[in-house]
């Protein structure tokens, strides 16, 4: 029996759809593994299709492209490293979740998921079938355990492959990020260690998919829980790591162990890579957003520089008579320091030409809201014109808070294909705007230093649409208003959690009332990064049509 494996851990970007693709990042990790001499090449969870498929998996034409691909990578990868690799797998009628080991030309083994996640993000009891828990395959000579992601966040499946011989446990991942989660996992995989006595490798995709980004951060633990490797989070990264035998079983070798930032820089680098990947796995490669002077467009637009390269990034002033001049300073300014093309559109004669046409139907009415979301929607229609003519994905700006209210425009200023900062909070926003500004990293296209003025943090927040209008005019001032929702939204509690937690009712009533009329609205806006686990999106679906209200009183 060998002494000693060396695996090589491909933390890679995979596309949801391109399965040739995706084979030929698989082939590169593994011609990589043998120029190292590996025995075995591991890549994560559904590699071959991307992950999180959702409903196209059950595509028999899709799934059967991706298993007879997964067949011809073991033929055309017979001559080196054995390779793990994540995929669709069919038993009978059944679909599953599987871990393929490929070894001279042809399917060694298979893993099948046994516990599917149902939550959150996660459809698997809608997508696959569950399959009984197996036990480890042999790759020269060496019996390895693969827990497929779920399966290691419970004790039976670790537990059952080291009573059944394992002598390591290699767990293929898609787990996509949220803030703090890497504690979350390696907490999980120490305990699987303590249970099992064995080395766990925890392998993770990375790179962005829709609203969800899947951060990487690969790692080892030795018996007992040491950290033997912690691979970069946000970034592909091929890493070798040498297994050796010893008097007390198996133990990885010592390898480098990467910086871990801290969680602004963790969900600012979030930001960046999804709509780094969300414009490449589409096929865009500019954008454009309406640069309003405010804090939140000042940081979308950083976050598009440091994506895309100002070079690929459009700004746009649409200026109304409300527009004040700090504002038109403080757009150009931002435009300036990121280095982006800067276009100045002002709205007047559009907005005078619209009012107008509508005057004999508003005839003997007062001008309200009406009026001023005819300028955002103008906005939005002249925005859309841009990106129809040159082909430029527009960005939408708004901040959780504004998200979870209704506080932006339908087809206005929520018009628009992706929202970097959807699922941050804007008292979060104020902090990431100062954190960017002290801070630059070599994965930032956008230039150094402070790209964001001072003067456009500390300002109160204004949608100008009106004379004189703040935020505040209509909404609980910020950090009232966060603090509510994170108790409505990401704890899930009541109104009566809000009084406990020292909230006016009626602030906390309004809120709720508010969160649940916007509905519409949410179902109808952009993708945006998910930060959180209760992003609006998949982590959060209740019904448009909804007359429940809490009443405070429990």
Request: with cysteine; aromatic share 8%; hydrophobic share 40%.
């Amino acid at each position: 029996m060998a002494d000693r494996f060396r695996l090589t851990l491909a933390q890679l970007n995979p596309t949801v759809g391109d399965i040739k693709g995706n084979a030929a990042l698989a082939r590169n990790a593994w011609a990589a593994a043998r120029e190292a001499g590996a025995d075995m090449v591991a890549l994560p969870e559904m590699f071959i299709t991307g992950y999180n498929t959702q409903d196209l998996v059950m595509k028999p034409v899709f799934h059967q492209a991706a298993i007879a691909t997964i067949q011809q990578l073991a033929v055309d990868c017979a001559d080196g490293p054995a390779i793990g690799i994540g995929g669709p797998a069919l038993r009978g009628a059944s679909l599953h979740n599987a871990y393929y080991v490929l070894k001279k030309g042809i399917i060694g083994a298979t893993v099948l998921k046994h516990h599917l996640p149902n939550e959150t993000v996660f459809d698997e009891v809608r997508l696959y079938d569950s399959a009984e828990v197996g036990g480890p395959y042999v790759v020269d000579g060496v019996r390895i355990g693969s827990p497929i992601c779920e399966d290691a966040w419970h004790e039976d499946v670790a537990e059952t492959l080291e009573e059944t011989g394992a002598e390591f446990l290699l767990v293929p991942n898609g787990s996509p990020y949220y803030r703090e989660k890497m504690g979350v996992r390696q907490t999980l995989m120490v305990s699987r260690v303590v249970e099992t006595g064995l080395p766990l490798i925890y392998l993770n995709l990375v790179g962005g998919q829709d609203d969800q980004v899947f951060d990487g951060g690969t790692f080892v633990l030795n018996p007992g829980g040491a950290l033997a490797l912690q691979m970069p989070v946000f970034q592909e990264a091929i890493a070798h790591l040498d297994l050796v035998r010893g008097p007390d079983g198996w133990r990885a070798e010592q390898g480098d162990l990467a910086h871990l930032p801290d969680t602004y820089e963790q969900d600012y680098h979030a930001m960046v890579l999804s709509l780094r990947d969300y414009f490449r796995k589409t096929g865009f490669k500019k954008a454009l957003l309406g640069l309003s002077g405010g804090i939140d467009s000042a940081i979308v637009a950083t976050i598009a520089a440091d994506a895309l390269g100002p070079d690929n990034v459009r700004c746009v002033m649409l200026p109304s008579e409300y527009t004040s001049q700090h504002s038109l300073d403080d757009a150009k300014a931002v435009a300036e320091n990121l280095g982006c093309r800067y276009d100045f559109v002002p709205i007047r004669d559009g907005r005078a030409a619209i009012t107008e046409t509508l005057a004999p139907l508003f005839e003997g009415t007062e001008p309200d809201v009406t009026e001023e979301n005819i300028q955002s929607r103008l906005r939005g229609l002249l925005l859309m014109a841009l990106s129809n003519k040159f082909g430029e994905m527009l960005l939408t700006t708004g901040n959780k808070s504004e998200v979870a209210v209704g506080y932006a425009t339908i087809y206005g200023d929520m018009a628009g294909g992706y929202n970097p900062i959807k699922d941050m909070y804007k008292t979060r926003v104020f902090e990431t705007c100062r954190w960017r500004n002290a801070n630059h990293r070599g994965w930032m296209q956008g230039p150094e230093g402070e790209v964001i003025p001072v003067r456009v943090i500390d300002k109160p927040p204004s949608a100008e649409l009106r004379a004189d209008q703040k935020d505040s005019d209509s909404l609980p001032d910020y950090p009232v208003l966060d603090g509510i929702l994170e108790i409505l939204v990401d704890q899930d509690g009541s109104i009566a959690d809000c009084i406990a937690a020292g909230y006016d009712r009626a602030d906390a009533k309004k809120v709720e009332h508010l969160l649940y009329i916007s509905e519409y609205k949410r179902f109808q806006s952009a993708p945006g990064t998910r930060l959180s686990k209760a992003a609006f999106w998949l982590d959060r679906r209740y019904p448009i049509a909804n007359r429940w209200r809490d009443n405070g009183e429990a």
